[in-house]
């Protein structure tokens, strides 16, 4: 399992290369290259795609801009071991909570999201 602390500051981990996977996914979903991408973070394409092949790590900020840019929440793009990882509790519940978020990441429709979003808050 891979943990967010585990990590060195400076090198890439199996979490940095699932975070730059889930962003290609992401942005591929909305139909977006990687230049169109690129340009609206101010980045060089080159940089952007050492992002997505987890070449390099993605800081904060620019994952939160990302984030921002193609209209998913920022845990959209943290891969499930990672938030199951971070996560504190007992660890079915933590094993439910990435089981929620794997799944609800392969749903492309708006609509059925909403609903989604209406029945957790009702929970």
Do not use: C, W
């Amino acid at each position: 399992m891979v943990t967010a602390l585990s990590a060195s500051p400076r090198k890439v981990s199996d979490a940095d290369r699932g975070i730059g996977k889930l962003v290609r996914e992401s942005r591929r979903r909305v139909g977006m290259t990687l230049d169109d991408l690129a340009k609206k973070l101010g980045l060089s394409y080159q940089q952007v795609h050492k992002y997505e092949n987890g070449t390099n790590r993605i800081s904060a900020g620019t994952l939160a801009a990302i984030a921002n840019i193609l209209a998913v929440p920022v845990e959209h793009l943290f891969p499930e071991e990672v938030l199951a990882s971070s996560a504190s509790g007992d660890s079915e519940v933590d094993r439910m909570r990435a089981e929620i978020a794997r799944l609800v990441r392969t749903i492309d429709d708006h609509k059925k999201l909403e609903a989604i979003v209406t029945i957790l808050k009702t929970v």
